[in-house]
């Protein structure tokens, strides 16, 4: 499985339009093969925060999800970009 998490800071008063930007990318992914998971989210404490989680079963997946994902022109709106890729080899219960 594979996890990206992180964020991106954006100026905060966009950041709401900008959330709602990805609510049909965050649909779509959601009913993309291999997809187990995407929240793209304002953050609850933070207004010039967006969050960003996805779960992937396999990087196969993830690739043929990004050659037809048709996201978003955003890049030049984020002022901050941290955001990672994690290989997940084991999954339990977090309590």
Same mark, same amino acid.
Request: charged share 30%; with cysteine.
């Given at each position: 499985?594979?996890?990206? /998490?992180? !964020? =991106?800071? =954006?100026?905060?008063?966009?950041?709401?339009?900008?959330?709602? &930007?990805? /609510?049909?990318? =965050?649909?779509? /992914? %959601?009913?993309?093969?291999?997809?187990?998971? +995407?929240?793209?989210? *304002?953050? #609850? +404490?933070?207004?010039? %925060?967006i969050n960003n989680v &996805?779960?992937? *079963? #396999?990087?196969?997946?993830?690739? !043929?999800?990004r050659s037809v994902a048709? /996201?978003?022109d955003v890049d030049d709106?984020?002022?901050?970009?941290? +955001? #990672?890729?994690?290989? *997940? #080899?084991?999954?339990?219960?977090?309590?």
């Amino acid at each position: 499985m594979l996890i990206i /998490a992180g !964020h =991106v800071r =954006v100026d905060p008063e966009r950041r709401d339009a900008l959330v709602a &930007e990805f /609510a049909d990318l =965050v649909r779509r /992914a %959601r009913a993309a093969p291999g997809c187990l998971d +995407v929240a793209i989210t *304002a953050d #609850s +404490v933070d207004p010039g %925060r967006i969050n960003n989680v &996805e779960r992937w *079963a #396999s990087q196969a997946d993830l690739d !043929h999800w990004r050659s037809v994902a048709q /996201a978003p022109d955003v890049d030049d709106v984020f002022l901050q970009t941290e +955001v #990672s890729l994690f290989d *997940a #080899s084991n999954e339990r219960p977090p309590f």
